[in-house]
């Protein structure tokens, strides 16, 4: 089985300015991967034209999809984080998703600690989105199961980009993840470099598959999104081809441990 993950940008080509699902999933679909982890995704959001985006491009790869809310509202104007128990109530929102051949069983989120409710401000124009991180972070996780193989689970998470931060939201996400006790995966826009992932999770039993720059995606010099391997092994990673969004794609074929 082959996997990989994605920070989607809501869908925006950078090349052009312009929000195209239907690039997006052509990129996908190139990328012939089982699973696929995305991180920055809209449900019925204004500037992406209302679309329920997890949905809309499980339709036309013909995948199975589950989409977690991180916030509610506009991450370009005011939100608020989506409920602590797990729950989505619907509406416009802002977060992360999963899309796989295979059915996706067991989802299950949980929130991250940091972020919260807050708005966009004129005086905040040219920081990052929602604003110096008051963005909520959520881990979503799902067990798949392809023909002939065994359970694992697939986590995806997007992360602080305020190191302290992430740091304590990955060890979160982790733990969490590996309380299934199945094989595990956890993938996704970490937001931190592999030179600090490698130590923090020194003994724990997951393992940080390296690989080259995933962004900017025209010219790569960090890599920020990252695959890590619990109780499997992950072999043959690649990163790229580019496509829309300012991340480069990273996938890797899962092999039993």
Partial sequence: MRVATWNLLHGLDVRTGRIDLGAVAAAIDALDVDVLAVQEVDREQRRSGRADQIADLAGRLGWHSVFAPALLGEPARRWHAAPGDGTDPGGPAYGIGLLSRHPLLCPERTTLCGGGAGERRPEDAGRALPGWDHEPRTVLRAQVVPPGDRPLVVATAHL??????????????????????????????????????????????????????????????????????????????????????????????????
Avoid at 181 to 209: C, E, K, M, S, Y
Avoid at 224 to 230: A, E, K, N
């Fill in 160 to 257: 602080s980009y305020l190191v302290w931060r992430g740091m304590r939201q990955l060890h979160h996400a982790a733990s969490w993840t590996a309380a299934c006790g199945l094989p595990a995966l956890l993938i996704g826009d970490l937001n931190l470099p592999l030179r600090l992932l490698r130590p923090a999770l020194a003994g724990t039993g997951w393992l940080v598959a390296a690989a080259t720059a995933t962004f900017p995606a025209w010219r790569p010099g960090m890599q920020l999104d990252h695959l890590l391997g619990r109780s499997t092994r992950l072999r043959a990673v690649r990163v790229g081809p580019r496509g829309p969004s300012d991340h480069l794609p990273v996938s890797a074929q899962v092999v039993p441990a």
